[in-house]
Nanobody, 124 residues
Framework: QVQLVESGGGLVQAGGSLRLSCAASGRTNARLTMGWFRQAPGKEREFVAAATWIRDTRYADSVKGRFTVSRDSAKTTVYLQMNSLQPEDTAVYYC??????????????????WGRGTQVTVSS
């Protein structure tokens, strides 16, 4: 199975930026679609952004124009650049992976592997 490890979370003031990273490892980590989800207290896990092996991308409406997802195939890593952060972005952010295809699912059940999450807190 694929192992995923997130990093880069922390505390930031509203309007600030953070960059999350997710490193994938394992024998089946090639040609993966990798994405980001987040979950705040009392809310369901929601889709944030995803990128295919060929770097097609998709974003949730709530983060479009503020967040950018990218892939570094050489390092087997997916990044989430988060700009103009708002308190509503506060959540645990999870990295997820699935075999690459022409689609970018937004539902958690479509992803096979998950990291343990990294906390992002945005203060007002």
């Amino acid at each position: 199975q694929v192992q995923l490890v997130e990093s880069g979370g922390g505390l930031v003031q509203a309007g600030g930026s953070l960059r999350l990273s997710c490193a994938a490892s394992g024998r089946t980590n090639a040609r993966l679609t990798m994405g980001w989800f987040r979950q705040a207290p009392g809310k369901e896990r929601e889709f944030v952004a995803a990128a295919t092996w060929i770097r097609d991308t998709r974003y949730a409406d709530s983060v479009k124009g503020r967040f950018t997802v990218s892939r570094d195939s050489a390092k087997t890593t997916v990044y989430l650049q988060m700009n103009s952060l708002q308190p509503e972005d506060t959540a645990v952010y999870y990295c997820a992976a699935r075999p690459s295809s022409g689609v970018l699912p937004s539902t958690p059940s479509r992803y096979d592997s998950w990291g343990r999450g990294t906390q992002v807190t945005v203060s007002s």
